[in-house]
């Protein structure tokens, strides 16, 4: 191939970086610290051979599961633990985990979490040269290359035996230098070194370090001595990274070199994908792509204010799992993850220090003139001009003589004709294109909400709270429409939110109903929410309105979904949360070109195929920056669909995402009893059947699906053999918990579906067995039937069988008596005869049991204490009856508002309630929580002696945190009791939430 000049590359580089512009660019999920990550500098990744992905740290070891991760750190006191935190590399070999540190090499068993440590001992030729492991890769006969910066290593990491390689200055034929970057073997097995001093391959024929890289002809020389990376090329060939001197392909054949240089030259990590692309690391220009053919690559770094661009532009290394998903550790931005079938383009976003990013706001309205501008218009941000030419943008606020009225822009219209128009809080004005200024409409200021021009070229203003204002094509105002409640025809609601033409008639959507305009009589006619009708609209508060390409109207509601008019039934189909559209809060509607609805909620984008009903659920997962998008939607004259939120304005292709067809592999990863963890369920034989004695007759499991494509999307389903009928669907809740089983034999089955819902071809599985005391045995229930048999031969003998039989018939009645009293007696055991909720006993066991998995695996638990507002008043103004009535309902209620099956409460006493929470974070605790309040004082339950409305309420406290050592149930039910009496001491009806622990 012919050598490629820097200016060609250069000008391949510009041209390729806005061609992926065009094609939409890579997005990135972001993993740090708020995800438990130990340290944000991760300098290696491995995915083990199970599938879980391990990140190794400058401050320690962690496992990711895609829901959380676990920390292996040194321990000075175990000899099996990590020989140091500060981790450089890592590697594989078969199911063990090499992982090279600055104080050694630790082999790392996944299953038993034990570490087998080799390092520098002084005087022991058999030991490591250098304790700075950089580099380490086994061969085919599992011996393994270990590269330090002080030499290379040979080592049988069974025995122990170690032959050390180093330059020597009199001999040629020794290692170049004993500074170790990288090493390579490839489909020949010869081993290749990069080193401070060129590239090595070593000869184990002719046992001797064999030089590339330092000759001084043209072609043969690399660009840099400090081989930083080493990987398969094309053809055979290697890709070598190297220290300020980019890329090089190298021949192994011949020895040439060939040299592709980048924006950036810091080469320190490279993979070749299997799409024949190499991905370029550097030391601080970010994540190159590099397609060998043309020579081209897309260039990736971090962007302030850009939620979706790579975290940081040191990149650390990069591996692609299982899946196809591509993950980069950075050295101070913690992990990337991405996906390259998965595109989008981040089009705006601001930035703090970036005058010419897009102005700060949510943006509530976006529309394209003629001359292919997107004007923004946005809350408390002014407008927005964007030339999606150029890529620039121009600012228009309040007070800069421009003539904008307001930096709130609620909504713009572009008219038949091309004039803009934009509605802020303030008024509304026309845009003059020539002056390039803002002229005041005629009519008095008012807070426009919606514009809309019908087919006669008439211009509709809707307000915020003054109705609906009608102008002819030259500004004067014709009518005003205002809502009166008590006359019939008039307008639902002042608030009017969008304006559409359907059938012949307009539409207008207000925020108590949607709205026909009887043009000759000038009536509307309302159509709102009837709950007593499934078929009327789901919500009146209506927010968007949008005709498709085949004349069918929908419509985008707060608080009820998305619906779709049916004119021949004069009525409503639904598409809710609750059949599996993203959120029921829907904020824009757009159309792509094969009729699919694009519908923009507060918790994503759901693609409608109304044909078929399919629904496909866009998140950051698809190149969301935020979920929670805004009201400014748009379909530009190239095709491509525009959604915003808080964190920038994205752009999709039309075609987005392909179908997610990797299944998960799923694993038990924790089996507990009464007492605690029973097993290491990677260590245990399945085939061997657990025994449990029958004091110990509880069991809960923890399971993990590994697809990380959208993991907090992975579904699960479980059954237990010899309790459940079928299998239990427990949507994200990734543990469950069986209390009291009876003797017998059980198995555990579960499985896994990722974010498709493409089920897991295996089942984990786990069989166990409760045995029950000697007196309810098998042998005892033998010794008993002979003694019976015994007992009867000896009546018959003695002519006593009329009495033994009315004996055995009494013996009969008390076996049954004595087993519904057993029945009874288990059930008042743990709950309450009141309430029916869990009852103190109860809560103490499984309180503690929650607390020792939040100290176990570093996950948050939140309690809470509640009490009932004056309740000793309701007792004393309606009875003890009545007060034992409101205090079931109470409970009741709170019982429903628990949605995780791991959630329960339980009474503590009198009127006191306890809400236990394992994994919520305190953010999602206060969440539950003002959920309990409310739902409470929904109720309504009549309290007149209370001076909070005249229903009855409640106090809560909120304690969340991670439990520590020191930490026991008393210590949560403290704090929360504290919290509660801050409630109480605030006015009651309230909550307060503490922290666990201060700091």
């Given at each position: 191939m012919k050598r490629i000049s820097a200016f060609l590359i250069t000008f391949f580089l510009i041209v390729s970086f806005l061609t992926a512009e065009s094609n939409g660019r890579l997005f990135f999920h972001h993993i740090d610290k708020r995800d438990g990550l130990s340290n944000i500098s991760v300098s290696s990744i491995v995915q083990d051979s199970r599938g879980f992905i391990w990140f190794g740290t400058l401050n320690g070891l962690n496992r990711y599961d895609g829901r959380g991760i676990k920390l292996y750190s040194h321990n000075p006191y175990d000899r099996n633990s990590l020989i140091h935190n500060k981790i450089q590399t890592m590697n594989r070999s078969g199911r063990y985990l090499l992982i090279g540190t600055y104080g050694g090499l630790s082999v790392l068993d996944p299953d038993s979490g034990v570490f087998k440590n080799f390092t520098k001992t002084p005087g022991d030729t058999n030991s490591l040269t250098d304790n700075v492991v950089v580099y380490v890769i086994p061969d085919a006969t599992g011996n393994l290359w270990v590269g330090t910066l002080n030499g290379l290593n040979y080592l049988n990491p069974t025995t122990g035996k170690n032959r050390r390689f180093f330059n020597e200055k009199d001999n040629p034929d020794s290692l170049a230098n004993n500074v170790i970057r990288s090493l390579y073997i490839d489909s020949t097995g010869d081993l290749w070194i990069g080193t401070y001093n060129g590239l090595d391959r070593y000869s184990s024929a002719e046992d001797k370090f064999i030089h590339y890289g330092m000759d001084s002809r043209e072609g043969y020389s690399l660009p840099s001595k400090y081989v930083m990376a080493i990987t398969a090329g094309e053809k055979g060939n290697l890709w070598l990274g190297t220290w300020d001197g980019g890329v090089s392909s190298f021949n192994i054949s011949t020895g040439k070199i060939q040299t592709y240089p980048l924006e950036d030259n810091r080469v320190y990590t490279l993979y070749p994908a299997p799409s024949g692309q190499l991905w370029a690391g550097t030391w601080g220009g970010g994540l190159f792509i590099i397609d060998p053919e043309s020579g081209t690559s897309e260039r990736y770094v971090n962007q302030a204010g850009n939620l979706t661009s790579i975290s940081h532009d040191i990149v650390y290394s990069i591996i692609e799992d299982d899946a196809g998903l591509y993950w980069i550790g950075t050295n101070g931005g913690g992990v990337n993850i991405t996906d390259p079938e998965k595109r989008t383009d981040l089009v705006l976003y601001h930035d703090a220090n970036d005058p010419f990013s897009l102005s700060k706001g949510a943006v509530y309205s976006m529309v394209q003139d003629k001359n292919n501008e997107i004007w923004i218009g946005l809350y408390g941000g002014g407008l927005d001009r964007w030339n999606c030419d150029t890529r620039t943008l121009v600012h228009y606020r309040q007070g800069d003589g421009k003539g904008l009225p307001y930096d709130t822009v609620t909504t713009l219209l572009i008219t038949a004709e091309g004039k803009l128009f934009v509605g802020t809080l303030k008024g509304l004005v026309s845009y003059d294109q020539e002056k390039d200024r803002f002229i005041p409409y005629p009519m008095k200021p008012e807070h426009v909400y919606a514009l809309f021009e019908d087919s006669r070229k008439n211009l509709w203003v809707g307000t915020y709270d003054n109705g609906l204002y009608l102008f002819n094509s030259s500004g004067k105002e014709m009518q005003h429409f205002k809502s009166d409640m008590g006359k019939p025809g008039t307008i639902s609601s002042n608030l009017i939110t969008s304006f559409v033409e359907y059938n012949g008639s307009l539409w207008i959507g207000t925020n108590e109903g949607l709205n026909i305009f009887d043009r000759e009589r000038g009536t509307f006619t309302a159509y709102t929410l009837n709950s007593e009708d499934p078929s009327s609209l789901s919500s009146s508060s209506i927010r968007t309105l949008f005709v498709d390409s085949i004349n069918r109207l929908w419509i985008g509601t707060d608080g009820g979904g998305l619906n779709l008019f049916n004119l021949k039934n004069n009525n409503f189909n639904h598409y809710m949360k609750q059949n599996g559209f993203s959120d029921d809060s829907v904020t824009g509607i757009l159309e792509d070109d094969s009729g699919r609805i694009w519908a923009a909620t507060k918790n994503g984008v759901t693609v409608l195929d109304p044909e078929t009903g399919r629904m496909m659920i866009l998140t950051e997962y698809d190149g969301l920056p935020d979920t929670n998008l805004n009201y400014g939607v748009l379909k530009d004259s190239a095709r491509y669909l525009y959604f915003s939120s808080s964190k920038g304005i994205s752009r999709f292709l039309q075609k987005v995402s392909t179908l997610n067809t990797h299944p998960p592999k799923v694993y038990i990863t924790a089996v507990y009893g009464n007492e605690g963890p029973l097993i290491n369920p990677f260590m245990y034989d399945r085939e061997t059947q657990l025994k449990l004695p029958n004091h110990q007759n509880s069991i809960s499991f923890d399971f993990i699906g590994l697809d990380y494509t959208a993991a907090l999307k992975n579904r699960y389903k479980y059954r237990l053999d010899g309790?459940?009928?079928?299998?239990?669907?427990?949507?994200?809740?990734?543990?469950?918990?069986?209390?009291?089983?009876?003797?017998?034999?059980?198995?555990?089955?579960?499985?896994?579906?990722?974010?498709?819902?493409?089920?897991?071809?295996?089942?984990?599985?786990?069989?166990?067995?409760?045995?029950?005391?000697?007196?309810?045995?098998?042998?005892?229930?033998?010794?008993?039937?002979?003694?019976?048999?015994?007992?009867?031969?000896?009546?018959?003998?003695?002519?006593?069988?009329?009495?033994?039989?009315?004996?055995?018939?009494?013996?009969?009645?008390?076996?049954?008596?004595?087993?519904?009293?057993?029945?009874?007696?288990?059930?008042?055991?743990?709950?309450?005869?009141?309430?029916?909720?869990?009852?103190?006993?109860?809560?103490?066991?499984?309180?503690?049991?929650?607390?020792?998995?939040?100290?176990?695996?570093?996950?948050?638990?939140?309690?809470?204490?509640?009490?009932?507002?004056?309740?000793?008043?309701?007792?004393?103004?309606?009875?003890?009856?009545?007060?034992?009535?409101?205090?079931?309902?109470?409970?009741?209620?709170?019982?429903?508002?628990?949605?995780?099956?791991?959630?329960?409460?339980?009474?503590?006493?009198?009127?006191?309630?306890?809400?236990?929470?394992?994994?919520?974070?305190?953010?999602?605790?206060?969440?539950?929580?003002?959920?309990?309040?409310?739902?409470?004082?929904?109720?309504?339950?009549?309290?007149?002696?209370?001076?909070?409305?005249?229903?009855?309420?409640?106090?809560?406290?909120?304690?969340?945190?991670?439990?520590?050592?020191?930490?026991?149930?008393?210590?949560?039910?403290?704090?929360?009791?504290?919290?509660?009496?801050?409630?109480?001491?605030?006015?009651?009806?309230?909550?307060?939430?503490?922290?666990?622990?201060?700091?």
């Open positions: 309790f459940d009928d079928d299998w239990v669907k427990s949507g994200g809740a990734i543990s469950v918990r069986y209390s009291n089983l009876s003797p017998g034999n059980y198995t555990f089955r579960v499985k896994a579906a990722n974010n498709d819902g493409i089920w897991s071809k295996q089942e984990d599985y786990l069989s166990f067995r409760v045995v029950p005391t000697f007196w309810k045995s098998f042998y005892a229930q033998i010794l008993y039937d002979l003694l019976l048999l015994l007992a009867i031969f000896a009546v018959i003998k003695v002519r006593e069988h009329y009495f033994l039989k009315r004996k055995v018939k009494e013996l009969e009645g008390l076996k049954v008596e004595l087993t519904d009293t057993n029945k009874e007696l288990r059930e008042l055991s743990v709950k309450d005869p009141l309430t029916g909720l869990y009852n103190r006993r109860e809560l103490d066991e499984r309180l503690e049991l929650e607390v020792v998995r939040s100290r176990r695996f570093k996950e948050p638990l939140s309690v809470f204490m509640i009490d009932l507002d004056y309740f000793k008043d309701y007792n004393d103004r309606y009875g003890h009856k009545a007060g034992d009535e409101c205090l079931i309902s109470v409970a009741e209620l709170i019982r429903k508002c628990l949605v995780r099956t791991s959630d329960f409460v339980a009474r503590y006493g009198g009127d006191e309630l306890i809400v236990v929470l394992p994994r919520y974070s305190r953010e999602e605790a206060e969440k539950m929580g003002e959920k309990i309040k409310r739902t409470v004082q929904k109720k309504r339950l009549k309290h007149l002696k209370t001076g909070i409305g005249g229903i009855v309420t409640i106090s809560l406290g909120i304690v969340s945190g991670i439990a520590l050592e020191k930490d026991s149930p008393e210590t949560f039910v403290k704090a929360a009791d504290k919290a509660l009496y801050k409630a109480k001491k605030q006015g009651r009806n309230c909550s307060v939430v503490l922290p666990l622990h201060k700091s």
